[in-house]
């Protein structure tokens, strides 16, 4: 389950797609971190993602965890933003998960993501949808 605790703290990337740039290298890390992988600076500026991209890889899970197996088989793909952050994501809005190839196009939509059916609490966040 997805607890509403971390839902929150993340509630800035997942919500408004931000990422950190760092001020000494200009690397953008999504999601942001507190120290620069690649030239362990610790001072970045908030900058948004762009919302289109493209499919990198994929795989579609046929067994989804609790609070998605309203869509099964689920497809998640690895995007690459158009400044070459790579997400991983649901992919929404296919007829049919074998529509999904390799290079597609997609743009990212603000979607309900997962629910929690006791806890009566629905979670929402960007998905992949055909671009
Ligand atoms: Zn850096």
Redesign the pocket.
Known sequence: MISPARSWREFPQRYRLEAAR?E??E?VLYPPRVV?P??G?CTFETTPLPREGKVVTFTVVRVPPAGYTEQSPLPIALVELTNGVKVMMQVGDLADPEELEIGMPVRLEFRRVAWDGEAGLIFYGHKAVKG
């Open positions: 760092c000494g290298c690397k620069c690649d030239c600076g």
